[in-house]
Nanobody
């Protein structure tokens, strides 16, 4: 059974940092692109970042470019999202998702984690 489990969320002050983790089981990262998404109250879910199955392609939304970094540890079957210089507008539930995407990391994501809350507030 394919599963993704996020962790690492919490309350942080503006300008602070958090690192989210997404541990996957039931599949290996070699065959699945992993994306990070977020949804704030009253807003639609948006894509934040993604990494291809090869690990060679990463993408970021304009709102997080230069502040967030996606990476992965194949030995641990884990994908990370390092978030620096956090802003109040980054407050949302963050989800990781897996998709059998052959090229790059844009495409359909079929498997989703339960989400982790990130709150940026003073």
């Amino acid at each position: 059974q394919l599963q993704l489990v996020e962790s690492g969320g919490g309350l942080v002050q503006p300008g602070g940092s958090l690192r989210l983790s997404c541990v996957v089981s039931g599949f290996t990262l070699d065959y699945y692109a992993i994306g990070w998404f977020r949804q704030a109250p009253g807003k639609e879910r948006e894509g934040v970042s993604c990494i291809s199955s090869s690990g060679g392609t990463t993408n970021y939304s304009d709102s997080v470019k230069g502040r967030f970094t996606i990476s992965r540890d194949d030995a641990k079957n884990t994908v990370y999202l390092q978030m620096n210089s956090l802003k109040p507008e980054d407050t949302a539930v963050y989800y990781c998702a897996g998709g059998r995407i052959r090229w790059g990391c844009g495409g359909k994501y079929d498997y989703w984690g339960q989400g982790t809350q990130v709150t940026v507030s003073s």
